[in-house]
């Protein structure tokens, strides 16, 4: 099992930053890819970043590119989503969830763990 918890969501104003993390627990993190995920009102659950275990390698939605950076920190396993630059489009729940497989995974069901989620609201 692998416990993962956000923070730092909140409401801030377009054009403004926002850092969110992950923490995950339990299972050796580094066996583990780990992606950030979104939902806003009425709409379903997207991919927004994904980053290997090791770090070197990232994905990004086309939405999010040149505006948002994942990274993790794997000694303190914690995986970070900044966001530049937001756009009141950006508001949803964000979700950091686990993958135990090496490819990149961009849909939900590939993935086999997932947090609680922290809302990120951006006002216009």
């Known amino acids: 099992q692998v416990q993962l918890v956000e923070s730092g969501g909140g409401l801030v104003q377009a054009g403004d930053s926002l850092s969110l993390s992950c923490a995950a627990s339990?299972?050796?993190?580094?066996?583990?890819?780990m992606a950030w995920f979104r939902q806003a009102p009425g709409k379903e659950r997207e991919f927004v970043a994904h980053?290997?275990?090791?770090?070197?390698?990232?994905n990004l939605a086309d939405s999010v590119k040149g505006r948002f950076t994942i990274s993790r920190d794997n000694a303190k396993r914690t995986v970070y989503l900044r966001m530049n630059s937001l756009k009141p489009e950006d508001t949803a729940v964000y979700y950091c969830a686990a993958d135990a497989s090496i490819r990149v995974a961009y849909t939900e069901t590939e993935y086999d763990y997932w947090g609680q989620g922290t809302q990120v609201t951006v006002s216009s």
């Open positions: 339990g299972r050796t993190f580094t066996n583990y890819a």
């Open positions: 980053i290997s275990r090791g770090g070197s390698t990232t």
